[in-house]
């Protein structure tokens, strides 16, 4: 069986896009790979409107079994920060419309399911993203290399083949078992 993943890096000027299938033995093989780009001259509703259009061509054409976002973790730049939500947002929505399951992963839990370091630089996750592959070449610009980069991520670590080890235990990163213990305690609070 064959696990698809459609991968985005969310942002406003760019988003990264990349659709990877995963076999059971963790052999990945990129589907397609894009970037949609959206000018800073236009409203923001037409920015999200075109990244609605083109995620929703995405999903249609592609069909994932789970759709992985990058988290916003944190950012000095809060109007960075309100973009890349914002384009999160629309990408999150288009998913649930499908039924289709989404994953949120942070920077640093990219970094390492890829590289084996969460303090990675960017040419060392598209280096491996290239490799891992087996491409002829580096998905550019990095936005892309990303999006692969994600879906890769969502499908080694966090629910996807391999979420389990053969003794039942969960390997779950140490933040993705924080989030889930903070989402869990904000839930008991409500």
């Not at 944190?74 to 384009?87: E, F, L, P, Y």
């Amino acid at each position: 069986m064959t696990l698809r993943v459609l991968g985005v890096d969310p942002g406003l000027t760019r988003c990264g896009i990349g659709v990877v299938d995963i076999e059971r033995n963790r052999r990945a093989t990129m589907v397609a790979v894009g970037v949609v780009g959206t000018s800073a001259a236009l409203t923001l509703d037409r920015r999200l409107l075109v990244i609605a259009q083109a995620i929703d061509e995405w999903l249609d054409l592609h069909e994932p079994d789970v759709v992985a976002v990058e988290r916003v973790f944190s950012q000095m730049n809060v109007s960075t920060v309100m973009g890349v939500a914002q384009a999160s947002g629309v990408v999150i929505a288009a998913a649930a419309r499908r039924g289709i399951p989404v994953a949120l992963h942070t920077p640093s839990e990219v970094k390492a399911a890829v590289t084996g370091s969460g303090s990675a630089n960017k040419d060392a996750v598209t280096k491996l993203v290239t490799k891992i592959l087996r491409l002829d070449a580096p998905p550019k610009p990095a936005d892309a290399a990303d999006a692969l980069a994600l879906a890769l991520t969502h499908a080694w670590r966090a629910g996807g083949m391999g979420a389990v080890s053969g003794n039942g235990q969960s390997m779950q990163t140490p933040a993705q078992k924080a989030w889930a213990e903070a989402e869990a305690k904000a839930r008991r609070a409500r």
